[in-house]
Nanobody, 124 residues
């Protein structure tokens, strides 16, 4: 069984910082891209940042100067360092793990998993 667990959300004042963590637990034999998505009230879930197994990154254009995604492959963990936070960054932040390789019968399967989300609130 594979579980994706996020942590690090909370309430922060405008201009403050938070660091989110996401770990994939289970009998895993590899993970391709992992990423952070966010969903504000009344809005769609949108990609915030993505990182490949090799460390290549991609950001939503407006976040690139303030957010940094990083990854520890040995721990099946990614991080999102968020600086200079704004009220419009308020959202539930979800972690996604793509092409997670797990044993399936006598072979392998590749699956996509989501975490439960962690709330980030930026308010004074």
């Amino acid at each position: 069984q594979v579980q994706v667990v996020e942590s690090g959300g909370g309430l922060v004042q405008p201009g403050g910082s938070l660091r989110l963590s996401c770990t994939v637990f289970g009998s895993i034999f590899g993970i391709d891209a992992m990423g952070w998505y966010r969903q504000a009230p009344g809005d769609l879930r949108r990609q915030a940042a993505l990182i490949t197994r090799g460390g290549s990154t991609n950001y939503e254009k407006s976040l690139k100067d303030r957010f940094t995604i990083s990854r520890d492959n040995a721990k099946n963990t990614i991080y999102l360092q968020m600086n200079s936070l704004k009220p419009e960054d308020t959202a539930v932040y979800y972690c996604n793990a793509d092409n997670v390789k797990i044993q399936s019968g006598e072979g392998w399967s590749l699956n996509n998993y989501w975490g439960q989300g962690t709330q980030v609130t930026v308010s004074s």
